[in-house]
């Protein structure tokens, strides 16, 4: 039974993850700690990509060749760019675009060379289980997360958001630079560093791919503090009790 591999950019967006399969042993290949386990009675291979579409992408790529993979699903968090996508949403991707990808003239701005795609799709069947995980969790904070966390985050008008994610190798932490993707992109609803080109290797691999980001920040001049603090109080429980929710579908 092939694995389901989970990844996630930054320790604190997989630890609760990884404290319920704490009797395995990581195996360390470039650099990065590959933990095959069980969640939900189902194999999986647990791994932090580290930061970035490149460290992503060779991350991808081990989980695929090196441990046959069935479907790689991506977690972790984001800025938010669509119109109402607040700090504490969830954004489910239905498409995935790398923003800082341009070989105009020679090929359309954002399109990935010689693959004519621009927007990968997610696979139909994984963002409606990461979704519908998501409504669950959304619905039944109190059993995932403190009640102060809960009220310093407003987590309880937290929403769930279905469609574009835009990655691409910057941090977005300035108004401007937000205004910008969203006149490039108008229905982008996130931006983080990794989804796209991981996205882009799957594509490549015929293996299904889905994302879930929770909102950390708005990409805007309040970017670096609020994702401190979210990354730091709500990321990795949020995480966890989403995939878990939706492995067990
Ligand atoms: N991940 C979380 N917030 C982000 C932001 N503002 N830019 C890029 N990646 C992010």
Avoid: N
């Avoid at 060379?113 to 990461?130: K, N, V």
């Avoid at 989403?242 to 492995?247: G, M, N, P, S, W």
């Amino acid at each position: 039974d092939a694995p389901i591999a989970i990844v996630g950019a930054m320790h604190e967006e997989l630890a609760a993850l990884l404290a319920v399969m704490p009797d395995e042993q990581p195996e360390t290949i470039a650099g990065r700690e590959f933990w095959r386990g069980h969640l939900e009675g189902r194999p999986v291979v647990v791994v932090l990509s580290r930061i970035g579409k490149a460290a992503a992408a060779t991350t991808a790529a081990v989980l695929l060749a090196r441990y046959g993979v069935r479907a790689v699903l991506f977690t972790g968090v984001a800025g938010g760019l669509g119109d109402g996508v607040a700090v504490g949403d969830v954004v489910v991707a239905r498409e995935l675009l790398q923003h800082d990808m341009d070989a105009s003239p020679l090929f359309p701005r954002h399109e990935v060379p010689l693959t004519g795609i621009a927007r990968f799709a997610a696979d139909a069947a994984l963002a409606g289980a990461l979704a519908a995980a998501a409504e669950e969790v959304l619905a039944a904070l109190p059993t995932h997360l403190p009640a102060e966390v809960q009220a310093e985050f407003a987590l309880t008008q937290a929403r769930l958001h279905r469609g574009l994610i835009v990655s691409g190798d910057r941090f977005v932490a300035t108004a401007a630079e937000s205004a910008a993707l969203r006149a490039a992109l108008p229905d982008a609803l996130a931006v983080e560093m990794e989804g796209a080109a991981v996205a882009q290797v799957c594509h490549d691999w015929g293996v299904p791919f889905a994302a879930v980001r929770t909102i950390s920040d708005r990409a805007d001049d309040a970017a670096h503090a609020d994702f401190g603090r979210f990354v730091a109080r709500v990321a990795s429980p949020f995480s966890a009790a989403i995939v878990r929710r939706a492995l067990a579908r």
